[in-house]
């Protein structure tokens, strides 16, 4: 289920992240300008509905960058977990390690309540001027890449 049209954060201007990917590289916001950039928040690596996810979206990255669309991925966990995340999963797109919390606190999706204490399953599609287009909280695995992609279709006009 998406709540992309109801977010507050929708067609606000994306926050601003600088953090480091699985090689210790920093990557910031800018770094993506003039693309789409599919952010994805999830809660840790190696854990079965996170490498689904990584492995649906791995799976999708030559139909999102047909569409324009770069996918980066971030969680808590450290470059070298990243590291052996991307190897054992085969993931062809950047995992951003942020064990600071700048980007995860500046993204809304840390919770801390009784459901739930850690990063929420969450996504942001990033217009090209660095504006959120669409937002998905409370993320099911099953469906949510074709999602993004259909969202990512009509937004571009793209067919397919």
């Known amino acids: 289920m998406t709540d992309e049209k109801n977010d507050p954060m929708t067609g606000t201007q994306a926050p601003d992240f600088c953090i480091p990917d699985s090689e210790g590289e920093e990557y910031c ?21 996170c490498t689904m996810e990584a492995r649906a979206f791995s799976d999708a990255v030559d139909e999102f960058a047909a569409l324009g669309a770069e996918i980066v991925g971030v969680s808590a966990d450290s ?47 990033i217009t090209p001027d660095g504006h959120i287009a669409a937002v998905w909280r409370k993320v099911k695995v099953l469906s949510h890449v074709d999602e993004v992609k259909e969202t990512l279709r009509e937004l571009t006009g793209s067919e397919g």
Request: glycine share 8%; proline share 3%.
């Open 79 to 125: 470059e070298a977990s990243h590291q052996k995340f991307t190897i054992k999963q085969g993931l062809r797109f950047r995992l951003l390690s942020d064990q600071n919390h700048d980007a995860i606190a500046a993204y809304k999706v840390w919770k801390d309540g009784m459901l739930l204490k850690g990063i929420e399953r969450s996504t942001f599609l």
């Open 29 to 49: 916001l800018k770094d993506f300008a003039g693309k789409w950039l599919v952010l994805y928040f999830y809660p840790r690596d190696n854990t079965p509905g």
